[in-house]
């Protein structure tokens, strides 16, 4: 049983279609990566599956119907959405927004075990804990929101172009840091305009064009076709 | 100098009151980004629960709450809270959450629409029968009306810094209206003193208070004093008695009690948002609802939260208000406007949506107000106008500063414009 299921999904913002008829699944412990030009409809589609916008169709999350369920219920029943412009609070410290990562945990000594081993996977942000979050660099502020996603311990993370304006070796690292996340058993729904980075990370792709699936297959595959390479790699 | 301190106790006092009102339009601004125009209809209601809880305390069940059980004063301010906060509840749910993902001038207008509603409500007149008994006579009236009322009396009428200069055994003097001490007494210009003693008149034993009407002097024991009200020597004779001074600054018991459950509140608001997880939540609400709800937050759960914590807030400052003014105003009476309109001024000097910066326009306000009616009638008559000029542009002096922060710091005294890095 995969652990994500969109059948049919569409969303309409007013009389506009922004995505029309999909469908893909994801299976426990791969990674997938939503791909194409702006305004395909990879955002919109990741913020149907959180809750954020009512599709329609269906989607079936762990077994169970979750279609336009709330983010925060969702949250906890492990499907975390690391929005896109990541979300960061910058009104609060970097500290206190780790601490809403663990808003729904009551898990203390858990939490505290959590809270050293992202400082770990971002040594960075440890430097930073009593600085207000708005003052972190774009890189910084991403790492602190995949941090914080990864605290509320998710079993499905929605990524809503983590590389977005990021320098070319912040951007390795952080696909290096999403390999990570993957290895330790978290499954990855990934949306990314960083086609190439995209492709080397992931299991399986879905190329979005207008709102609808274009091409759809193992990421090795879709990395090597030409209607990729050409649209998307640029070569 | 006198003046200038008088006048502090009263901006500290009624700057307490303001602040509590600002916070709660501060709140609801941070979370909805909308000016909830019912608030200050809130405060009115609070205030008319306030009188109608007093009433029946003190009518119905015989409680006089300015003697024992001292927790009368404080059952009431706990059901004024509830009152409150029940409504601003609803008004919530029903009014403003269906128009959660309307544009704010929506929003805005929808709450003009409360704000008129309750005042109307609250102008149904006091005769309007809600119930009546088999015979047709009325059991239960609405408490409001078009008719202002007065307060009874919720705490002792109590100055808590003067001095009890002697105490001694009073005699009567050579003719009514005089009596004479049994010790020295200098009076000091422009000082009250008055003369407290207990006299069975009919049975009863009576609290009685003379004045001194004698000018500055020193008085050996035995001397005439003239007294106000006038008693004959026979009424006097021989009781023990208290010889008591009034302070320069009187601090009175009820403006103690303003500003030390204001304080109490806003230190507890402070420690709620920003040393707890529910704050933690409101603060993540206000920066940005949707990603607030991407950590898990029950977004709907924390508005209404925000708005009941809102409108209880507003709750104790109507409960404190009629303690200090006991004239209350008929809910539609545009001095209940005026008032909620300078505590949402507070919160736009202070930078609306910062609860500290409420606190601070809330107390700025209220020393424009008092210290501009205090200097502004000096300055205008040494300009040559009028007396009283300068005391009737208190509201123009408020205003005025919310021109100018408007102009100099758009964003407030403490806000600060905040930018996402993208």
């Not at chain 2, 409960?319 to 309109?341: C, E």
């Amino acid at each position: 049983m995969p652990l994500l299921k969109v059948e049919n999904l569409s969303v309409r913002y007013g009389s506009i279609r922004a995505v029309t008829d999909i469908s893909f699944s994801i299976e426990q412990g791969e990674i997938l990566t939503l791909i194409g030009a702006n305004g395909a409809g990879k955002t919109t589609t990741l913020r149907a599956v959180s809750g954020m916008l009512k599709p329609t169709g269906s989607v079936h999350f762990n077994g169970h119907n979750i279609t336009g369920t709330r983010p925060d219920i969702l949250l906890r029943q492990g499907l975390v959405h690391c929005p896109e412009g990541r979300g960061i609070f910058s009104n609060m410290t970097v500290l206190e927004n780790l601490e809403l990562g663990t808003f729904t945990r009551h898990d203390n000594e858990q939490i505290h075990h959590d809270m050293q081993s992202m400082f770990t996977l971002f040594p960075r942000i440890k430097e930073r804990l009593k600085q207000n979050a708005g003052t972190l660099s774009g890189g910084e502020q991403q790492m602190l929101a995949i941090a914080r996603a990864l605290l509320a311990r998710p079993k499905l993370l929605l990524l809503d172009e983590p590389s977005l304006g990021l320098a070319p070796q912040l951007v390795q690292t952080i696909f290096k840091i999403i390999r990570e996340i993957n290895e330790q058993g978290v499954t990855i729904l990934l949306v990314e305009q960083n086609a190439h980075m995209a492709l080397q990370v992931a299991h399986h792709a879905v190329v979005l064009e207008t709102g609808s699936i274009a091409m759809t297959g193992p990421a090795s595959e879709l990395a090597k076709s030409d209607a990729v390479r050409k649209a998307y790699l640029g070569c | 100098m006198t003046e200038l301190l008088q006048t502090l106790t009263t901006t500290i006092a009624v700057g307490s009151l303001y602040a509590l009102l600002a916070l709660g339009y501060t709140l609801v601004y941070g979370v909805l980004k909308f000016i909830n125009f019912a608030h200050s209809d809130i405060f009115v209601l609070g205030a008319w629960t306030t009188f109608t809880a007093a009433n029946v305390l003190t009518d119905r069940l015989g409680i006089n709450p300015t003697q024992s059980p001292w927790w009368g004063a404080v059952l009431i301010l706990l059901l004024t809270i509830a009152v409150c906060a029940t409504v601003g509840y609803l008004i919530e749910r029903f009014a403003y959450r269906p128009l959660r993902k309307a544009p704010r001038l929506n929003v805005l207008i929808t709450a003009i629409g409360v704000s008129l509603l309750l005042q109307n409500l609250g102008q149904l007149n006091g005769r309007v029968t809600v119930a009546t008994d088999k015979d047709g006579r009325p059991t239960a009236t609405l408490p409001f009306g078009s008719t202002p009322r007065s307060m009874p009396p919720l705490l002792p009428d109590l100055v808590l810094n003067e001095t009890v200069l002697s105490q001694g055994t009073l005699a009567g003097g050579t003719q009514r209206g005089l009596v004479k001490l049994d010790q020295p007494l200098t009076m000091l210009d422009g000082r009250t003193y008055r003369i407290e003693f207990t006299r069975t008149a009919d049975g009863q034993p009576r609290r009685e208070v003379l004045a001194l009407t004698a000018t500055a002097g020193t008085f050996p024991p035995g001397t005439d004093l003239a007294t106000q009200p006038r008693r004959s020597p026979a009424e006097v004779d021989g009781l023990p008695y208290s010889l008591i001074r009034s302070p320069r600054v009187p601090i009175m018991l009820v403006d103690v009690v303003i500003v030390a459950v204001a304080i109490t509140l806003m230190l507890g608001l402070e420690f709620l948002v920003f040393r707890t997880r529910l704050g933690r939540a409101m603060r993540a609400l206000s920066f940005n609802i949707e990603n607030a709800a991407l950590m898990g937050i029950n977004v709907n759960a924390v508005i209404s939260f925000t708005f009941v914590l809102g409108t209880a807030l507003a709750a104790a400052a109507a409960f404190l208000y009629p303690l200090k003014y006991p004239g209350l105003n008929q809910p539609a009476h545009q001095i209940w406007v005026l008032l909620g309109l300078k505590a949402f001024i507070a919160a736009v000097v202070g930078g609306i949506g910062n609860i500290r910066g409420a606190v601070l326009g809330g107390f700025l306000i209220a020393g424009i107000e008092f210290f501009g009616t205090l200097y502004g009638d000096k300055l205008f008559i040494s300009l040559g106008a009028r007396p009283g000029l300068g005391t009737s542009l208190a509201d123009v002096y408020v205003f005025s500063i919310l021109i100018l922060v408007l102009l100099v710091k758009p964003n407030g005294l403490l806000g600060s414009p905040v930018k996402e890095k993208v």
